[in-house]
């Protein structure tokens, strides 16, 4: 059982991590396409949200609380290590709905209406905290690694 558990917990964080950086990319490459285009990959990258993220953070979360439950306390709720990664799914799961998606569709809402100066800035705050997000990913994974 706990080999299928912690499969699952790193295929997540894998899942959640891959999607972060392919989303940096494509919004890189995409600066040379048309608005049209742009304005597509921002919607997705909204609705990623819920069909793409929370799946995948509920995921990291459940297989993580049920690894702890059944490690015969080899690990506990105050390890500092467990914190770090229920923190981390937490600020993502505050992140996602609250910035994240509002940003990318005001984005898309700027492409579409040719307002680059508006996009412009809604890619820079989608940059800055798509970046935050990502490294709060690096640091809970180095956690669990190093099981801090």
Known sequence: MRNILL???IVAACAWL???LL???VASMGRSEPTGFQAAWHRIS???????????????????ILLVVTSNGAWTFEDLFV??????VIIGAILGPTVLAPSSNRAA?????????????????LSTW???????????????????
């Not at 909204?46 to 993580?64: D, E, N, Q, R, T």
């Not at 809402?109 to 705050?125: I, L, N």
């Open 7 to 9: 499969f699952l917990h």
């Open 18 to 20: 891959g999607a972060n």
């Open 23 to 25: 989303q940096v990319a």
């Open 46 to 64: 909204a609705k990623a949200g819920k069909s793409y993220y929370m799946p995948v953070g509920i995921l990291i979360l459940a297989s993580g």
């Open 83 to 88: 914190g770090i990664g229920v923190t981390v």
């Open 109 to 125: 809402e700027a492409f579409e209406a040719g307002d680059q100066p508006r996009a412009k800035a809604a890619m820079g705050k």
């Open 130 to 148: 798509g970046l935050i997000d990502t490294l709060l990913v690096l640091i809970a994974i180095y956690a669990m690694v190093a099981k801090l």
